[in-house]
């Protein structure tokens, strides 16, 4: 039933899609020369917006602002290149509600629909609603996975003039029957370039098949990527384009810095890295009041998080496996000060405004270069001063090439505040790092052979196994131990998302949570599985070589001089 109904929507709305686009003026009207408005009251938003909008004590509107609202007012479409940071949110925000402030909502109907890649985005899209709501009595729904269906669902049965939703949740709502998107009269669309990341094209292709074709859209992304041309091409109707600078690329108040780094060995990178990381945070000092620390990977984002927790910093991680109210209670404490330090994944960091972070560490050269000037974006907001950090291993050169193409400038070399690798060596073993707790502080006074244990530790979650199943053998340092329980721990999650992404029929949510990830997990489990193939070729190669006795007991001194003997 639903699919006979979609199918007839779908072919009837592509008909209309078809001939909007037909009918489009082959010149479109530009809204740039508005852009000098420069007061909210000139904008013809409704009276209580505005008193909203003064409440909320923003003096004038920013360009996005001032470029977008007057043609969504007008009913026209809207093509927003514009990063999160430039006030896009109110820019669809704003006019959506003062074109709802009339008319009512019908059950399961909602008059407006707002798609965000990300449960943080959405829940941050509809605080933005209550805000500037404050003095209107608009409806709204927020769709995301965390919360039950059944809240939701009487929500939604009661009426509501605005949903705001992750594209599978809805879908899924949708799919049950609970929702009917006909009579959505505007619909956005934010960071459709992160969507297209996170592979949800599709899903938002088929959600633009179930609204009427007459409906309005207003649709941002940070980058016009082809796909994303080809959409709008399809599905907006002649949009009033608005691009606005890019933050980070112009962030003229944003010190970018690199430090490229090279590990003494190679199983002894990623602690090394994480030295680095704490000597770089230390050597802020009281500049930093407090920092997001990115990495490409979730299982990184728990390791680096849990390290610098066991060094007495104020560390919590934020990724796309942890339970929402976690995230949640975490993103809090962050956005209040009472969290120094965020752990994060691009996915879960995306498009959070976090008004005052002064320092932005990059553990890892993003996959993609894009995301660099997303991440330094959480720094350098509001003509605030920031500072950002990237590490840079030899493996990641190439990406690092498409950063500094992608910024267009050099981004500064620091030099490695730790030295050469030897320093570097040594620097770890006699200086116990500023901030350490006493309980917390891991005994620094090690022998040469707890130091050369220490190299035995495992870095990765598959070393981490193969550690854990040695335990008993070997006696670890204690630092070594927490590391390994840290990835040990990542390691017992692994499974369970793999059979999710073994299931017939996965809870959409969980995909949006986990799908631009999965590419770089996987790829970089494939890395790591190499990796330590690669180490334990290298180990057998070493057992092979006898240079002196040191360590190495060829089995002939093993024998006895009677079994010599009898041999
Ligand atoms: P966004 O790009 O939507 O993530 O917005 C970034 C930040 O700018 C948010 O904290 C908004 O509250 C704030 N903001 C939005 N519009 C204005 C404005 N016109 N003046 C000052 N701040 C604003």
């Given amino acids: 039933m639903i699919e006979a109904y979609e199918a007839f929507h779908r072919r009837i709305g592509n008909m209309a899609e078809r001939a909007a686009r037909d009918l489009r003026p082959k010149k479109q009207p530009q809204y740039r020369e508005r852009h000098d408005l420069t007061k909210f009251s000139d904008l013809n938003l409704a009276p209580k917006v505005l008193k909203a909008i003064e409440d909320a004590g923003y003096e004038s509107p920013t360009p996005i602002q001032a470029g977008a609202i007057p043609p969504a007012l007008e009913g026209r479409d809207v093509l927003g290149i514009a990063q999160t940071g430039t006030g896009k949110t109110a820019s669809f925000v704003l006019p959506m509600i003062t074109l709802l402030s009339r008319g009512r909502a019908r059950a399961r109907m909602p008059r407006s629909l707002v798609l965000c890649p990300t449960r943080e985005l959405a ?111 399809t599905f907006l109707s002649a949009p009033a384009r608005i691009e606005v600078a890019r933050q980070a690329t112009s962030g003229e108040n944003i010190e970018q810095h690199v430090v490229m780094f090279k590990a003494s060995r190679r199983d002894r990178a990623a602690s090394e890295k994480r030295h680095l990381l704490r000597t770089l945070i230390d050597l802020e000092g009281e500049k930093l009041d407090n920092a997001i620390v990115f990495c490409n990977r979730k299982t990184d984002v728990d390791i680096v998080s849990q390290s610098l927790k066991k060094y007495g910093y104020d560390a919590a991680p934020i990724h796309g496996d942890l339970e929402q109210s976690q995230r949640n209670a975490t993103l809090d404490g962050f956005r209040n000060g009472k969290l120094k330090i965020l752990v994060a994944s691009d996915v879960a960091a995306r498009g959070l405004d976090v008004p005052s972070v002064t320092h932005v560490f990059n553990f890892d050269v993003p996959s993609h270069a894009e995301d660099y000037v997303h991440r330094i974006g959480r720094t350098g907001r509001a003509g605030r001063d920031g500072k950002t950090i990237m590490l840079c291993e030899p493996r990641d050169e190439k990406n690092f090439a498409d950063v500094e193409r992608l910024i267009g400038k050099e981004i500064p070399r620091l030099d490695n505040p730790l030295g050469t690798v030897a320093e570097a060596e040594s620097t770890t073993s006699h200086h116990a790092p500023v901030e350490v707790k006493s309980e917390d502080k891991p005994k620094r006074t090690r022998s040469r052979s707890s130091r050369s244990r220490k190299s035995d530790k495992p870095e990765t979650a598959v070393e981490a196994t193969e550690a854990k199943a040695s335990e008993s053998q070997t006696q670890e340092a204690p630092e070594a131990r927490e590391e390994a329980t840290v990835a040990a721990k990542t390691v017992e999650a692994k499974p369970e998302s793999r059979a999710r992404e073994r299931a017939p029929r996965e809870p959409r949510e969980q995909r949006e949570q986990r799908t631009s990830q999965a590419a770089s997990d996987s790829k970089s489990s494939e890395n790591r599985d190499r990796n330590s193939s690669s180490r334990s070729r290298g180990r057998r190669d070493d057992d092979k070589k006898v240079v002196g006795l040191g360590d190495h007991l060829p089995s002939f001194i093993a024998l006895s001089f009677d079994e010599r003997s009898a041999s």
């Fill in 123 to 233: 829940a941050q899209v509809a605080e933005n609603f209550d805000t500037y709501t404050k003095y209107m009595k608009l409806t709204k729904a927020l769709l995301i996975g965390g919360v039950s269906f059944k809240e939701q669902d009487i929500l939604i049965d009661k009426g509501v003039d605005v949903l705001i939703a992750t594209p599978g949740r809805l879908l899924d709502h949708f799919e049950r029957g609970k929702l009917i998107l006909s009579d959505v009269k505007v619909m956005v669309v934010d960071e459709a370039d992160r969507m297209l990341d996170m592979g949800f094209i599709p899903d938002i292709e088929r959600i633009f098949g179930l609204t009427p074709f007459t409906r309005q859209t207003l649709f941002f992304s940070a980058t016009m990527a082809p796909e994303i041309e080809r959409i709008t091409n």
